[in-house]
């Protein structure tokens, strides 16, 4: 909606020029007329073609581009060959977008764009400048050639259901390389604890382009929920798979996962690339073949596995969807649940990342626990020794005194000061959540798990002088203002608040399974 807005207004300020023309013609103007109103124009300055890319490197892209009624937007974007040998976008979300701050006829722009040349199908970039009259410009900038590509791992199941403990199990194995293959191997493992025993050695001889086998292992450790699949090219480069395992008759499932050194930096409200890994999923979701935890909302919209859920997030509250500054401001850890909603606002995140991923937001309710209770229930003694078992499983299960769910009436977010905006200069502000803080959190399942906050996100340059408030923004008047959407924005201050997004917290997170 937002952007829905911003494309309006800039119409409404191109239509002056329009009018213009059309009170010096005798007749109505005619737009489509290209020789009168002509589309825009891209210049590329460098590289007009690329030889050899690496993969997963970045390409700069610079260019000019000049129209007469003003430049709407210009992006670039990778391309691949389609089946009759034409161009077309690989992924319309990662286009790459330059941003325009201003809009005036007779315009040119010359910038820079970064493309990063992360497939192997990429065979070219696409330079694309459009004016508010919607007419376009593009260029072509050919890839001959992409060196660095990882293996490709193929098998078949792509994953397993339930298995019987110690039972030998099978699956088809296809492998490609574009250099040739040097090793592979593979093993047991737990996708938080990590390997399990040692690698076995698949023998390879000669170095071949494509390998096809049969992989038989006998599932013997408890702990696993995977099969992993190394392999290494002739010119060092490896490539992973894993092949989960949905759990093992028999093993009691009542264990706790053990998250160390994690590390979350809240997003901006409205981001066109979300990279901050600002959300946490206890199952964890599939990115390019790693089950990651943290993520981002790039990573979440674009992990193509099938849905999994997300349980909270980490953010920077300033104000709600109608930019009205909130009391509780500054670092929240929220319900995934309500991340769209009241006055964390990010309606935009849940619609266009989580939702078409088709990932669940789940509803964590959150508690401080209180310091005496940490001692007198040793959670900092069980959090100092937990373990992916059982009795770490029960342990969790003490903060049934201490959290309530939401549907319980629990708390679904937890701020690290209350009553921080500094438009709320009578209330009183107290900061909770700092170094060694415990917080304990219950899943919507049900699950109990604790987060030792190792190290609170710094927010002390951010405070009103003397105070505990957070700062608003200089140049925002009132209670309102322009969207703070990214950094380095034209024309805007970022203080107060506005320096808290990116700003890392460090935790040990351990949770019922």
Not at 262 to 276: G, K
Request: glycine letters at 8%; charged letters at 20%; aromatic letters at 6%.
């Amino acid at each position: 909606m937002k952007q829905y807005i911003k494309n309006i207004m800039i119409l409404i300020l191109a239509l002056p020029w329009g009018l213009l023309l059309t009170n010096c013609s005798d007749s109505e103007s005619d737009y489509s007329d290209d020789n009168a109103y002509p589309p825009p124009t891209v210049e590329l300055t460098s590289p007009s073609e690329i030889d050899v890319v690496e993969y997963n490197s970045t390409v700069t892209v610079s260019a000019k581009s000049f129209s007469a009624v003003g430049i709407h937007s210009i992006y670039a974007t990778l391309l691949k060959m389609d089946e009759n040998g034409e161009y077309e976008e690989i992924n319309a979300t990662e286009r790459q977008r330059l941003k325009i701050d201003t809009l005036q006829t007779d315009m040119t722009l010359e910038f820079d764009l970064n493309v990063k040349v992360n497939t192997r199908e990429a065979a070219g970039i696409l330079v694309t400048s459009t004016d508010v009259l919607t007419k376009t410009a593009q260029k072509v900038i050919p890839i001959k050639k992409i060196t660095k590509l990882p293996s490709q791992i193929f098998t078949e199941p792509s994953d397993f259901p339930v298995l019987v403990p110690d039972e030998e199990v099978s699956l088809s194995v296809v492998i490609r390389s574009a250099v040739g293959i040097k090793s592979i191997k593979h093993t047991l493992c737990n996708k938080v604890l990590g390997d399990l025993k040692e690698y076995t050695t698949i023998p390879v001889s000669g170095n071949p382009l494509e390998m096809e086998f049969i992989l038989k292992t006998v599932v013997d450790n408890k702990e696993t929920n995977g099969i992993k699949i190394v392999v290494e090219d002739i010119e060092g480069l490896k490539e992973e798979k894993i092949i989960n395992i949905e759990g093992l008759e028999g093993v009691d499932n009542n264990v706790a996962l053990v998250f160390n050194n994690i590390e979350m930096a809240p997003e901006w409200e409205h981001s066109t690339e979300p990279d901050q890994p600002y959300i946490f999923s206890i199952e964890g979701i599939m990115v390019q073949g790693v089950q990651k935890h943290v993520l981002s909302l790039k990573e979440i919209k674009g992990y193509g596995s099938k849905a999994n859920s997300v349980d909270f997030a980490f953010i920077n509250i300033w104000r709600n969807p109608s930019f009205v500054a909130v009391k509780n401001r500054g670092f929240s850890y929220v319900s995934a649940s309500r991340i769209n909603g009241g006055p964390i606002g990010r309606a935009y995140d849940v619609n266009d990342w989580i939702k078409p991923a088709g990932v669940t937001t789940s509803k964590t309710g959150f508690a401080l626990i209180p310091d005496d209770k940490v001692t007198d229930l040793g959670i900092d003694v069980m959090m100092e020794n937990a373990a992916s078992d059982v009795n770490t499983f029960e342990a969790l299960n003490v903060l049934q005194s201490i959290v309530k769910s939401i549907a319980e009436g629990g708390a679904d977010m937890l701020m690290q000061r209350v009553n921080a905006s500094d438009g709320y200069p009578n209330d009183p502000c107290s900061l909770q959540i700092k170094d060694g803080t415990y917080i304990a959190f219950v899943t919507e399942a049900g699950k109990y798990g604790v987060i030792h906050v190792i190290e609170a996100a710094n927010d002390m340059d951010a405070l009103v002088a003397g105070g505990c408030k957070i700062a608003t923004p200089i140049g925002v008047v009132g209670s309102q203002g322009p969207a703070y959407s990214g950094a380095g924005i034209t024309g805007l201050t970022y203080d107060g608040v506005a320096l808290l997004y990116g700003r890392t917290c460090k935790l040990k997170i351990v949770v019922q399974k």
